[in-house]
């Protein structure tokens, strides 16, 4: 008897950065199809319609063939696995809202077709990081006190003694 095919689908974003990505940051998907039924799927097509629409391709290796955009051949139990980038733009970050990207891998064998899978992941792009403002250094010197061009008065000494002491013994 032959085996029947069936495909599983993993889809995840590679390195994600702690504060989330911002616009002109570069998003790499990663996508892993799996035969998982008990006979070989033929003519895989794993597809992201969210990268074809934004010009990238998704390039895919599988028992060490590198196969871009191509349909591959699994036995039971092997793997494909598949990376394509998107840029985020401006306007991904102004949306406010998560990215949802979902990729989809179908195939089948002898006229039987193994069910389209499909994988999302998703992101919410952060907004830009507004550099902080730095105190700007001045040319003018701060104010000082000004010594003045005339000198002060001096006490002068008086001619006439007084007629009575000042302490009394």
């Known amino acids: 008897p032959v085996g029947l095919p069936a495909l599983q689908i993993e889809k995840s974003i590679l390195d994600e950065p702690a504060e989330g990505?911002?616009?002109?940051?570069?998003?790499?998907?990663?996508?892993?199809?799996?035969?998982?039924?008990?006979?070989?799927v033929e003519?895989?097509?794993?597809?992201?319609?969210?990268?074809?629409?934004?010009?990238?391709e998704l390039t895919c290796e599988w028992n060490g063939r590198g196969i871009a955009n191509g349909r591959i051949f699994?036995?039971?139990?092997?793997?494909?696995?598949?990376?394509?980038s998107i840029t985020v733009t401006e306007e991904d970050v102004a949306a406010g809202k998560p990215?949802?990207?979902?990729?989809?891998?179908?195939?089948?064998?002898?006229?039987?077709?193994?069910?389209?899978?499909?994988?999302?992941?998703?992101?919410t792009p952060a907004a830009t990081k507004?550099?902080?403002p730095t105190e700007e250094p001045t040319d003018e010197p701060s104010p000082t006190e000004e010594p003045t061009a005339e000198p002060t008065e001096e006490p002068?000494?008086?001619?006439?003694?007084?007629?009575?002491?000042t302490e009394k013994p």
């Open 99 to 123: 990215i949802v990207n979902t990729a989809e891998a179908s195939g089948g064998y002898n006229d039987v077709e193994a069910d389209t899978v499909t994988a999302t992941a998703e992101f």
């Open 130 to 132: 507004e550099p902080k």
């Open 43 to 56: 003519n895989v097509l794993v597809n992201d319609q969210m990268l074809s629409d934004r010009g990238s």
């Open 74 to 84: 699994l036995d039971p139990q092997d793997t494909a696995t598949c990376t394509g």
């Open 21 to 40: 990505f911002t616009a002109g940051d570069t998003v790499t998907y990663s996508i892993v199809v799996t035969s998982t039924g008990t006979g070989s």
């Open 156 to 165: 002068s000494p008086t001619e006439e003694p007084t007629a009575e002491p």
